[in-house]
């Protein structure tokens, strides 16, 4: 059973930085779309970062320059590394795996066509 275990969520001040954590278990072949979503209260989750089994990476324009997704050398562990943070940020944060395709990874993509997620970070970013 593939399970995501995201931590490193946390309160910082604007223009702080932190850095989320996913780790994966479970799996048998490496996952060939990974990404993390978030959620504010009251809106609907959104993309964020996808990264493809190439190693391709996507960011939605929100967090273009500031956020970087990528995953250690045994692909078991996903980051998102986030920098210069903003109250606009605040958000649960999830990460998403998907072991079914890869053509349609971007953060604009579907949150279904992610087969397994976990069970998310709350990220607070105070002005």
């Known amino acids: 059973q593939v399970q995501l275990v995201e931590s490193g969520g946390g309160s910082v001040q604007a223009g702080g930085s932190l850095r989320l954590s996913c780790a994966v278990f479970?799996?048998?072949?490496?996952?060939?779309?990974m990404g993390w979503f978030r959620q504010a209260s009251g809106k609907e989750r959104e993309g964020v970062a996808t990264?493809?089994?190439?190693?391709?990476?996507a960011y939605a324009d929100s967090v273009k320059g500031r956020f970087t997704i990528s995953q250690d050398g045994a692909k078991n562990t996903l980051y998102l590394q986030m920098n210069t943070l903003k109250p606009e940020d605040t958000a649960m944060y999830y990460c998403a795996a998907s072991f079914s395709g890869s053509s349609w990874c971007v953060p604009s993509a579907a949150p279904r066509r992610f087969g397994y997620w976990g069970q998310g970070t709350q990220v607070i970013v105070s002005s």
């Open positions: 990264i493809d089994h190439n190693g391709s990476t």
């Open positions: 479970g799996y048998r072949y490496d996952p060939l779309c």
